[in-house]
């Protein structure tokens, strides 16, 4: 197994999805290879903070066998599609697996049932904002100093850009840490910083802005866009993108910035 066959794999092997053979090609990968080996650690700490916050929950057994016991009879040649499903609600416990499985559904994809419409990277920077911001993800560098982190990062290897560490201390706001994630097989430097009005959380990664949706506004690469209590700023590097995200009110968080570039 190589590098490239690994980084398909590295999300279904946290998750324990690998079959044995894979599993212990994998492994055996992973002994041989410190680059894979950061690859797998970062994404197992990604994995332990989602399920630290609860948003990788277990179907329990007995909704996963009345919803399989559901599609099994959906399937029956003798009936008709509706003939099946009123069939099947006039039998009470098959009714109530059939509910249940609909809940449950709902509660694990919350975003199916609730018409968002938001871009992918905005659930992706919330969710980044809120694992840095609570403490589930232990920073790998924990200087305070921009250019110390910005060094730390470039000197690294994890990176595929070089990147700049932003100076938030004329605004009031100092560096708690930073690390570096791998989203997708990518990897992405967060920073967090801490003021006395709230969180700012950095992320930096290779490639272009993400297309913006209905409601930001900007231009030349640098856009501001405000949904659900979060701000987000974007500004275009040569290589790289940025993305601040902020629970700060617009007005404010726009301040902060011409605050520090002025400085």
Same mark, same amino acid.
């Given at each position: 197994?190589?590098?490239?066959?690994?980084?398909?794999?590295?999300? #279904?092997?946290?998750?324990?999805?690998?079959?044995? &053979?894979?599993? *212990?090609?994998?492994?055996?990968?992973?002994?041989?290879?410190?680059?894979? *080996?950061?690859?797998?650690?970062?994404?197992?700490?990604?994995?332990?903070?989602?399920?630290?916050?609860?948003?990788?929950?277990?179907?329990?057994?007995?909704?996963?066998?009345?919803?399989?016991? +559901?599609?099994? +009879?959906?399937? /029956?040649?003798?009936?008709?599609?509706?003939?099946?499903?009123?069939?099947?609600?006039?039998?009470?416990?098959?009714?109530?697996?059939?509910? #249940?499985?609909?809940?449950?559904?709902?509660?694990?994809?919350?975003?199916?049932?609730?018409?968002?419409?938001?871009? #992918?990277?905005?659930?992706?920077?919330? !969710? +980044?904002?809120?694992? /840095?911001?609570?403490?589930?993800?232990?920073?790998?560098?924990?200087?305070?100093?921009?250019?110390?982190?910005?060094?730390?990062?470039?000197?690294?290897?994890? &990176?595929?850009?070089?990147? @700049?560490?932003? !100076? &938030?201390?004329?605004?009031?706001?100092?560096?708690?840490?930073?690390?570096?994630?791998?989203?997708?097989? @990518?990897?992405? +430097?967060?920073?967090?910083?801490?003021?006395?009005?709230?969180?700012?959380?950095?992320?930096?990664?290779?490639?272009?802005?993400?297309?913006?949706?209905?409601?930001?506004?900007?231009?030349?690469?640098?856009?501001?866009?405000? $949904? #659900?209590?979060?701000?987000?700023?974007?500004? $275009?590097?040569?290589?790289?993108?940025?993305?601040?995200?902020?629970?700060?009110?617009?007005?404010?968080?726009?301040?902060?910035?011409?605050?520090? /570039?002025?400085?």
């Amino acid at each position: 197994m190589n590098c490239e066959t690994y980084q398909d794999l590295v999300a #279904a092997h946290v998750d324990g999805m690998l079959s044995s &053979l894979e599993t *212990r090609e994998a492994e055996q990968h992973l002994t041989t290879c410190s680059q894979c *080996r950061r690859l797998f650690a970062e994404e197992s700490r990604f994995h332990a903070a989602f399920v630290a916050r609860r948003l990788i929950v277990p179907v329990p057994v007995e909704i996963e066998e009345r919803l399989r016991a +559901a599609l099994g +009879a959906a399937v /029956t040649p003798t009936l008709s599609w509706c003939t099946r499903l009123f069939a099947s609600l006039s039998q009470p416990r098959l009714a109530f697996g059939l509910v #249940a499985a609909v809940l449950v559904i709902a509660l694990l994809f919350p975003r199916l049932f609730s018409g968002d419409r938001q871009p #992918a990277w905005f659930h992706q920077a919330v !969710d +980044a904002y809120q694992t /840095t911001t609570e403490g589930h993800l232990s920073f790998t560098y924990q200087t305070d100093n921009p250019q110390e982190l910005e060094q730390a990062f470039n000197s690294s290897g994890q &990176l595929d850009f070089v990147t @700049h560490v932003l !100076d &938030l201390r004329p605004t009031g706001y100092r560096i708690a840490g930073g690390y570096v994630l791998h989203s997708q097989g @990518h990897p992405v +430097a967060i920073v967090l910083y801490r003021g006395k009005e709230g969180s700012i959380v950095c992320l930096r990664q290779r490639g272009m802005t993400p297309p913006m949706p209905v409601g930001s506004e900007g231009v030349k690469g640098q856009y501001l866009y405000t $949904q #659900a209590g979060y701000t987000f700023s974007f500004v $275009q590097f040569s290589e790289h993108f940025c993305t601040l995200i902020t629970r700060l009110p617009r007005e404010v968080f726009q301040q902060q910035l011409r605050t520090a /570039t002025a400085g």
